[in-house]
């Protein structure tokens, strides 16, 4: 498991194009020290665990588990939902667009034994959601890919998400066939449901309902749930 972390870390390092040096300043140790962190010669301290987390986007809950997130991905599946929106403006609420991903994520698990992108989903109040859902948001719209309107409602903020105009030509080649193929599927389904018919819908299913307030929620719970309540 922490063998895939490391890689995982290893290839966003040179996807980023960041030196072993690099790393090793921020993180306090020298480059001999980390070359023997990659080459899986010298485990991590917890400290080092987390300035890396820090680094490269990846919670250290997914050392752990063993899950390694696709931090790339996840934010090409934001894309993905707001390109299929059925909505005259392209817009989706931010709590709904949310929920929309994690239905993605546990739905393909419930198909294929693994996570679209390998995200790990927090049991908070308005939904199970991964920690790392509201940085994506905030990266996407400094990086001018989404923009975020954001209106009030009564006595409470609504952000409504839509693409950039600049930015529809991209193409999102993390994504298969098959897995836009699903995100159309529940776009589909939800596109008329409001944001609290669908925060109901996730808070009603067996893994939010059996799992304990901000606990991690396992994956393979969701192959638990009816058929027909999975999205």
């Known amino acids: 498991m922490i063998k895939e972390y490391i890689k995982k870390i290893k290839s966003l390092r040179l996807e980023k194009g960041i030196s072993q040096?690099?790393?090793?300043?921020?993180?306090?140790?020298s480059r001999n020290s980390y070359i023997a962190i990659e080459q899986g010669k010298r485990e991590l301290t917890l400290s080092e665990a987390q300035k890396i987390s820090d680094i490269f986007g990846i919670p250290l809950s997914g050392m752990k588990s063993g899950l390694v997130p696709d931090y790339e991905k996840y934010k090409q599946m934001i894309l993905a939902y707001l390109r299929k929106s059925s909505l005259r403006d392209g817009k989706i609420p931010k709590t709904k667009l949310a929920k929309l991903l994690y239905l993605a994520d546990f739905s393909w698990f419930y198909d294929h034994l693994e996570s679209m992108s390998g995200m790990q989903y927090r049991k908070i109040s308005y939904g199970p959601v991964p920690d790392m859902f509201f940085r994506a948001v905030d990266e996407l719209e400094e990086s001018g890919k989404i923009v975020v309107d954001r209106k009030s409602v009564g006595k409470k903020d609504m952000l409504l998400i839509s693409e950039s105009e600049g930015n529809r030509n991209e193409k999102l080649k993390t994504l298969s066939f098959e897995e836009n193929k699903l995100i159309k599927k529940i776009t589909?389904?939800?596109?008329?449901?409001?944001?609290?018919?669908?925060?109901n819908f996730t808070h009603n299913q067996l893994p939010f309902m059996i799992c304990d307030d901000n606990e991690?929620?396992?994956?393979?719970?969701?192959?638990?749930?009816?058929?027909?309540y999975v999205y």
């Open 188 to 199: 589909a389904k939800w596109k008329d449901k409001n944001t609290n018919e669908i925060v």
């Open 216 to 228: 991690i929620i396992p994956y393979g719970l969701i192959t638990q749930e009816d058929p027909d």
């Open 21 to 29: 040096l690099e790393v090793a300043k921020k993180i306090g140790i």
